[in-house]
Antibody, heavy 118, light 110 residues
Framework: EVQLVESGGGLVQPGGSLRLSCAAS????????MNWVRQAPGKGLEWVSY????????YYADSVKGRFTISRDNARNSLYLQMNSLRDDDTAVYYC???????????WGQGSLVTVSP | QSALTQPASVSGSPGQSITISCTGT?????????VSWYQQHPGKAPKLMIY???NRPSGVSNRFSGSKSGYTASLTISGLQAEDEADYYC??????????FGTGTKVTVL
């Protein structure tokens, strides 16, 4: 059974940093691209970032470019999101999602809440 | 990249059919047949319902179908059931190597 489990969320002050992790299990992790998608409270979904299986292709949404860094460790079956210079509008539930054919997300984690507040 | 446009809400009675639209531009929906749809119940993670415009993943009811014409994709739910009450989001790849979601539609079963 495919499982994605996010961790690392919490309360952080504006301007601070946080690192999210996503532990994958139930499938061979390395061939699959992975994404981070976020959802602000009461709002819609927003794609954040994509990383290919070999980490050679990485994309970011304009809203996080230069502040967030996506990475992965295929030996540990883990995906990461390093978030720096956090702002109030980064407050959201962050989901990791497995990528298929660079076009859709077939499995999602349960999400990790990040709250940016003084 | 602006969000794709969806109606804020759609409602129907049990057994009826409803259709949710998803309108984009020549840079996303109109550029590729890579539109997908996701169902999200309150407090839960999204679930893939349709991919590549009209394909259903294994385990998704055949009451869900997708189509596309020009810059607008559509999700149709036939034989509406109480369990279909949820938020629905479309998504598309774009020609700038990013992804974009729709604004979301709340489906209410009357």
């Amino acid at each position: 059974e495919v499982q994605l489990v996010e961790s690392g969320g919490g309360l952080v002050q504006p301007g601070g940093s946080l690192r999210l992790s996503c532990a994958a299990s139930g499938f061979t992790f390395s061939p699959y691209g992975m994404n981070w998608v976020r959802q602000a409270p009461g709002k819609g979904l927003e794609w954040v970032s994509y990383i290919s299986g070999g980490s050679n292709t990485i994309y970011y949404a304009d809203s996080v470019k230069g502040r967030f860094t996506i990475s992965r460790d295929n030996a540990r079956n883990s995906l990461y999101l390093q978030m720096n210079s956090l702002r109030d509008d980064d407050t959201a539930v962050y989901y990791c999602a497995r990528d298929r054919a660079n076009t859709y997300y077939d499995y999602w984690g349960q999400g990790s809440l990040v709250t940016v507040s003084p | 990249q602006s969000a794709l446009t969806q109606p804020a809400s759609v409602s129907g009675s049990p057994g009826q059919s409803i259709t949710i639209s998803c309108t984009g531009t020549s840079s996303d929906v109109g550029a590729y047949n890579y539109v997908s749809w996701y169902q999200q119940h309150p407090g839960k993670a999204p679930k893939l319902m349709i991919y590549d415009v009209g394909n259903r993943p294994s385990g998704v009811s055949n009451r869900f179908s997708g189509s596309k014409s020009g810059y607008t994709a559509s999700l149709t739910i036939s034989g509406l059931q109480a369990e279909d009450e949820a938020d629905y989001y479309c998504s598309s790849s774009t020609n700038s190597n990013t992804r974009v979601f729709g604004t979301g539609t709340k489906v209410t079963v009357l």
